[in-house]
């Protein structure tokens, strides 16, 4: 069974840090470029990082650069968000997903990614 499980998130102060865990069962992430996603209350859901597949290409939304970094472990099979700096915008609950194959890009659009996982709630507040 093909799934993706995210853990790590939780509650934070501004200013802390979290780190999400994405990992992979029933496929190997090695041929997969990983994306994270989030949706806000009341907003649409938003691309927030990427990595790709051959060389580790990482991608970020502007919002994001600087404070959050996105890494794989194609060995355990996981892929990881490290979110330093967090702001009370950063609360949403923060999904990953998998896309097949695609070399050394990857996707900001959702209807790329081929699979989901059910999400982790952020909340940043004081």
């Known amino acids: 069974q093909v799934q993706l499980v995210e853990s790590g998130g939780g509650l934070v102060q501004p200013g802390g840090s979290l780190r999400l865990s994405c990992a992979a069962s029933?496929?190997?992430?090695?041929?997969?470029?990983i994306g994270w996603f989030r949706q806000a209350p009341g907003k649409e859901r938003e691309w927030v990082s990427c990595?790709?597949?051959?060389?580790?290409?990482?991608y970020y939304e502007d919002s994001v650069k600087g404070r959050f970094t996105i890494s794989r472990d194609n060995a355990a099979n996981t892929v990881y968000l490290e979110m330093n700096s967090l702001k009370p915008e950063d609360t949403a609950i923060y999904y990953c997903?998998?896309?097949?194959?695609?070399?050394?890009?990857?996707?900001?659009?959702?209807?790329?990614?081929?699979?989901w996982g059910q999400g982790t709630q952020v909340t940043v507040s004081s």
């Open positions: 990595i790709s597949s051959s060389d580790g290409s990482t």
């Open positions: 997903a998998a896309e097949r194959g695609v070399g050394y890009y990857c996707s900001k659009v959702e209807i790329e990614y081929d699979y």
């Open positions: 029933g496929f190997t992430l090695d041929y997969y470029a």
